[in-house]
Every structure is written in C-alpha cells, then in structure tokens.
C-alpha cells in the first residue's frame, strides 16, 4: 500500500514544526551538500586550479530546486550514499564545458561528511537562540523569587526549606552550561575535505601545487574550521556533536523533570502557562512542553551512543559506521532543537504558585527545620539532649497530628527560646537568596 508523503513529524511532536525540523529535512540537506559542492570549485578556483567561470558556472546550478531529492535518495542506495547520483546531476546540469570540474578531486564522504557539518551548524545557530531566549526568562524568574520559600525535597520527600528564586536560577546554570558546550563545539565544525583516502592525492594530480592548502581555502568558502587533518576516520567533530547535544537534552530534561513534579494536581506549585488538553478528559491541561521535552532527554543518550560507537572506524573509510551516523545525528540535531524550542516556550509561559509552596511548607508540621532546631538547641540541651527531644517530638508530631511548635512549647528548658522564628521554614533558606544573586552575575 502506498502512503506517500515524507517525514512531517506525525510521531515526532517535540521537534516537529520547528526551525531545527526545517534545518534537518532532507531538502535542507540537499542544499547543504550542494553548498559543499559549489565551495569546492571555487575554493580550487582561488588556489587557481580550474578556472573562475568555472566555480561561477558550479555555485549558479547548485540550486536546490533543480534537483529531485526522492529520486536521489533512491538513486543513492546503488552507491550506499546520495552524494553519487547527486554529482551525476549536478555535472549535467553545469553543461559540458564546466561539467567535468564538479567533484573535482573530492570523494563522497568529503562532501557528506561537509554538509553535515554545514546542517550541524545552523541547527546549532537555531538552538543556541532559543536557549538564549529560555535563560533570559529563567534569570527573571529567578530575580523575582529570590525570597520565595518553598520545600527542598530529597528522595522525594520534604527535606529542608529553599527558596524557587535558587531552583530557577539552577535551571539557568544548566541552560548557560549548554550554550557554552554547544557555543564551543559550533565554532570547531571543520570542513572535511581528504579525497578518496584521505591523502589529498588527486587534487595534486589535479595540478594543485600546493594541496595541502585546499582544505582551508574550502573551509574559508563554507565558514567553517580549518581540519589539522582529514578526519574521515578521525570522528571527533562527530563525537563533540553527539556530546553537546545529549548535554543539552539532558540539561533541559532537569528543568522538565522539576516542573513535572511541580505541576502534579496535588502539588501544583507551578504550571504551564497554556496546558494541553485530552481526548478524553475535558478538565486536563497537561504540562505538554515539559512532557516533550523529557522525552527528548530521554531519547537523546542512544542517539549519541551510536555515534560514539561509531568513532570505532577501520582503515580509511569504514563500511558502516560512518552510515551509521547520519541518522541518528539528524535525529538528534532535531530532538534537541525541539527541546530547546519547547524550553523557550516553557520558560516564557510558567506559572509560579508562591502561596501553594508556603502553604506546603507546613505539610509536615513543622519537621521541615528540624534539622535547624538539632543545631540550635544543643547549646541549650546539650547536643545528645537535643537529638533525643526532638526524635521523640517527630514521632509525636506524626501520630497525634500536632505541630512541632505547639510540643516544643509544652518543654519547660524551652520557656526562654524564642521558637516562632526557629520553627519558620521561611526564615531557613540558608544562604539561597546569596547563591542566587552569585548565580545572576553569570552571563
């Protein structure tokens, strides 16, 4: 049966209709390994190896319209790669007198290999503006609520005051470790550029004096890295992709993760600023952003697995593992471009409930500060004294219902403590509010 249609995204919510989705089609695609093509010839061209009408006569028919990507894909399973009916194309549609200076010197995988880099690197163009835009509302969110109390928890359970100012500002640190990483690794994207193993023979038998200069004239042509070397079997442009990005869902998947506990009915100390519905229950509304974006985190580690796997390359051009990359690599530009589209989105929208946090900070009556009672009674009981009181006064707390404040008071060596200031979890927030302006100076 005959469905028709390319990949839209029917099963792919979190990335579909994104920049990244458009950056990472087949036709962007397309157009990168075009690029490659034409920056080719006239990188040779400026080393004076073809002539100039030449380049111009390469760069004027590398025009993606011209081109029919579904018959190249199916074109490109006789070669294992679509770079070979694509010269084919390509040489036809330059006419017969530049025709032969296509694909000069080059083999595929300098090509492939070259438009990966130049898809790579506008899709990190894309993600780094939306985490920009995600850590811009972060900050404020963590300016606003330096003060709000709100329980900490650990293991689930409620551990010791914090304050949401210091958990928005945490989500930031995470969101600028991103860019950094991803900032880092989109100013090294090198161009690759060997010939058929990586020697740079043929652009010397070609007439290049000085072949070796090629590659950084190419890069030059394209934007990108001047390689040291052919990297053809030296993937670590690759690899430093792979861990960027799975970083990056990973550092999203945090804030997800947060805000998915939060938003819980029985918590709801934050929600999505506009919750997707159900098709059944008309009341929902789901915290969908951060659903997609825990789904690109936990997504994104296999997808980097396989082409840390693939760094294993033998010889000078390994069969199947540099096949192996160029799925799970777009899958992987574009799950975490949607991620990064989804946490804009989330940030810019989020809700924040400071009277349910206040009113959950006395959900355990009042252990919440026991941990500051133990410190600030031993000096009055006695350290041993102090721990036996109030073990025993959490057990009371539990099972008759009372709060830790009303047994306290009903101990006569605690007539002269001043415990309404002691049993306040707002008032023991540590050193949050300072951890959060630290965190703020940070750009």
């Known amino acids: 049966m005959e469905y028709g249609g390319g990949d839209a995204g029917l099963l792919g919510p ?24 034409a920056a080719l010839t006239r990188a040779q061209a400026t080393l004076g190896t073809v002539p100039a009408e030449a380049a111009a006569a390469v760069t004027e028919a590398a025009d993606p319209g011209r081109f029919d990507v579904g018959a190249l894909a199916e074109r490109g399973r006789a070669g294992g790669n679509p770079v070979i009916p694509l010269v084919a194309d390509l040489t036809k549609a330059v006419g017969a007198e530049y025709g032969p200076y296509v694909h000069r010197g080059a083999t595929s995988q300098d090509i492939m290999d070259t438009a990966t880099m130049l898809v790579a690197a506008r899709t990190l163009d894309l993600v780094l503006a939306d985490l920009g835009h995600a850590e811009r509302t972060l900050a404020q969110l963590a300016a606003e609520h330096r003060d709000t109390a709100m329980p900490g928890r650990t293991l689930t359970q409620h551990a010791v005051p914090t304050t949401f100012g210091l958990k928005a500002a945490g989500w930031r640190s995470l ?19 060997g010939g058929a193993a990586g020697t740079l ?57 947060d805000v998915l506990t939060l938003s819980r009915s029985e918590i709801g100390e934050v929600s999505e600023g506009s919750g997707g519905g159900s098709s059944a229950m008309p009341h929902k509304a789901n915290p969908v952003r951060a659903t997609l974006i825990a789904a690109a985190a936990r997504r994104a580690p296999q997808l980097a697995a396989v082409l840390y796997g693939s760094m294993a390359a033998e010889d000078e051009r390994p069969a199947g593992a540099w096949h192996a990359e160029w799925e799970p690599l777009r899958d992987l530009l574009r799950t975490v471009g949607g991620a990064a589209r989804n946490a804009a989105e989330l940030a810019a929208g989020l809700r924040v409930h400071p009277e349910a946090m206040r009113r959950h900070l006395g959900l355990t009556g009042g252990l ?41 008071s009903e101990e006569s060596d605690l007539k002269d403590v001043e415990l309404d200031s002691l049993t306040d979890p707002a008032r023991y927030t540590g050193s949050a509010g300072e951890l959060t302006d630290r965190a703020l100076e940070r750009r």
Do not use: M, N
């Not at 979190?14 to 093509?37: K, P």
């Open 201 to 257: 023979a043929a652009f010397g038998a070609y007439g290049a004096e000085h072949a070796e200069q090629l590659p950084a004239a190419y890069a030059r042509e394209l934007g990108l890295a001047a390689p040291l070397l052919p990297w053809h079997t030296l993937r670590t442009p690759i690899a430093d992709l792979a861990g960027c990005l799975a970083l990056t869902a990973g550092a999203l998947g945090k804030l997800a993760a």
């Open 175 to 193: 969101v600028l470790d991103a860019r950094d990483r991803v900032t880092l690794v989109r100013e090294s994207l090198p161009a690759q550029l």
């Open 14 to 37: 979190g990335w579909s209709g994104s920049a990244a989705a458009s950056a990472t089609a087949d036709g962007a695609w397309l157009r990168a390994l075009l690029d490659a093509e």
């Open 368 to 408: 919440i500060v026991s941990e500051r009672l133990s410190a600030e009674l031993a000096p009055v009981l006695g350290r041993a004294r102090a721990k036996e009181l109030l073990t025993e006064l959490a057990r009371r707390t539990r099972t008759e219902h009372r709060t830790l404040r009303e047994l306290l």
